[in-house]
């Protein structure tokens, strides 16, 4: 020990930090701090691990030297502060890396790659540049003991999160969901809320929107008398439309009963549509025009109110099926109420495929509707669009489901189509998208009331840049509720630092 300070005639810190490194370890003073405290009480620290298939950066330096203060800290305080270093080996990015070098996609794994030469190439990419990691640890004089790591692929880890994981079993907690999720095709995963809601993940996008015509099947007196009667529902999402099984209502909304025109076909038209949106689904010069003055490609379309009603008034109301190429079974295709309805934009009636929303999903459950879904080759329940993004092929159906439940000749040219351009890697940026598409099928039959771009915030997958979809996924839970007593019981004895 020093029983002075040391006098520099120059101020060197680049110097001075190399000769004070030299000095500790030449003392061994982080193995002296450990060991004088053996027998004291215990501060336990295991770092939250770092991932070593990439370059450590400025921020890591920042929070480890935030760690370091408070080991530093408590063993100065007399406590015994082990401090034991990690390697966070699993995860999404070693994947999508290693496929990038090995030019493959997570299909080929098990077909041009075997499963354990897979793991080889990922165990190898994880730990790459495990040497830069150790120098900046050593260099920046961060104490934490890196010859004995714990490692996430070892399978004493691995074990331990399973034996986690049978004690919240054997309790009852762990259970099975599905459940309507965030899911990026492009990298193969869900993504938590929390990296949904990383800075940049959602940016404006300009899609096409359609509103769609749902024909009314046994329509009441005040629907009929003026041309086909339909409900109008609006959707940013066309290429859900074939995934459509129910109509939501906000049940005291006011809706009105119109008579028009098609825009496009030119055809009578009743329609439903919210009072309040009126204004925005059709031009409010046409109000009051005389109906039988139009002809068919005028710009100002007239339209007639001839009737009012609240939205119970409509639950119950059964619609032809839009887009006829798979069978969801009994109970779909008929009006239902939906608390979250709103007169905010669109028509005030808002288009069901439960496959993919977590509204949609919740009010067709309370109402006995089923989501649209198929099952594919290997058994797998699933909606419409495959996890990479596309239509289901044919090819990849159950055979039995496709005999019974699937119109394979009016399908069959829309098989296989990507929902959105990005996921494609063969299509070029401006191609025109399935959405595109699927409006002008539904114009060229008089189902679409109108088609327009329109701009709004769309989430993107931080790791690929792509767009989300909101996917139905099996996942694990916790049944945290269960022991909320406990839990808020146990809060009062822990010191939070937030």
Request: aromatic residues 12%; proline residues 6%; glycine residues 8%.
């Amino acid at each position: 020990m020093y029983n002075k300070f040391k006098e520099y005639d120059s101020f060197n810190l680049s110097g001075i930090n190399k000769e004070m490194l030299d000095d500790w370890t030449r003392q061994g003073l982080f193995g002296q701090s450990i060991k004088e405290r053996e027998g004291s009480p215990s501060f336990v620290f295991y770092e939250g691990p770092p991932s070593a298939n990439g370059m450590p950066g400025i921020h890591h330096v920042m929070a480890r030297t935030i760690k370091d203060i408070f080991c530093r800290y408590k063993t100065m305080k007399g406590f015994h502060v082990k401090r034991k270093a990690g390697w966070d080996t699993h995860g999404l990015p070693v994947e999508l890396g290693v496929e990038k070098n090995l030019g493959i996609t997570k299909e080929d794994i098990g077909k041009k790659i075997s499963v354990d030469d897979y793991n080889a190439a990922c165990r190898s990419e994880v730990m790459k540049y495990t040497r830069e990691w150790e120098t900046l640890t050593d260099r920046m004089g961060y104490w934490v003991d890196m010859n004995d790591p714990y490692i996430t692929y070892d399978n004493r880890y691995i074990e331990s999160v399973w034996w986690l994981l049978r004690q919240l079993y054997d309790k009852g907690y762990l259970y099975k969901g599905y459940t309507i999720q965030p899911y990026s095709p492009a990298a193969g995963t869900g993504l938590s809320s929390h990296e949904l809601n990383q800075p940049g993940c959602y940016r404006d996008v300009k899609d096409t929107t359609c509103i769609a015509q749902f024909k009314i099947i046994d329509a009441p007196e005040n629907l009929q008398g003026w041309g086909e009667p339909y409900f109008l529902a609006w959707t940013t999402t066309p290429w859900t439309l074939p995934s459509n099984t129910a109509l939501a209502v906000g049940p005291s909304i006011r809706y009105d009963i119109i008579r028009t025109f098609n825009p496009y076909s030119g055809e009578k038209v009743t329609v439903v549509c919210a009072d309040a949106l009126v204004g925005s689904v059709l031009n409010p010069k046409g109000a009051g025009q005389p109906l039988d003055s139009y002809v068919k490609g005028d710009k100002l379309v007239p339209y007639e109110i001839v009737g009012s009603c609240d939205g119970n008034s409509l639950v119950g109301m059964r619609y032809d099926q839009l887009i006829k190429w798979m069978n969801p079974g009994e109970g779909a295709f008929r009006v239902i109420p939906g608390d979250y309805v709103t007169t905010d934009d669109g028509t005030g009636i808002v288009h069901i495929a439960g496959t993919f929303g977590a509204d949609d999903l919740r009010v067709s459950r309370q109402n006995g509707v089923p989501p649209l879904t198929l099952v594919d080759r290997d058994g797998n329940i699933r909606p419409m669009v495959d996890l990479t993004g596309r239509f289901f092929r044919i090819e990849d159906i159950d055979p039995e489901y496709v005999r019974s439940n699937v119109d394979v000749e009016a399908y069959r040219p829309w098989a296989g189509r990507y929902v959105k351009n990005a996921y494609d890697p063969a299509l070029a940026p401006d191609a025109e998208t399935l959405d595109v598409a699927i409006c002008m099928m539904l114009k060229q039959q008089g189902l679409a009331f109108r088609i327009e771009k329109h701009s709004h915030s769309y989430p993107h997958c931080w790791r690929t840049d792509k767009p989300v979809l909101y996917y139905p996924l099996d996942s694990w839970f916790i049944r945290t509720t269960a022991a909320r007593e406990k839990l808020m019981e146990l809060n009062g004895d822990i010191k939070w630092k937030p």
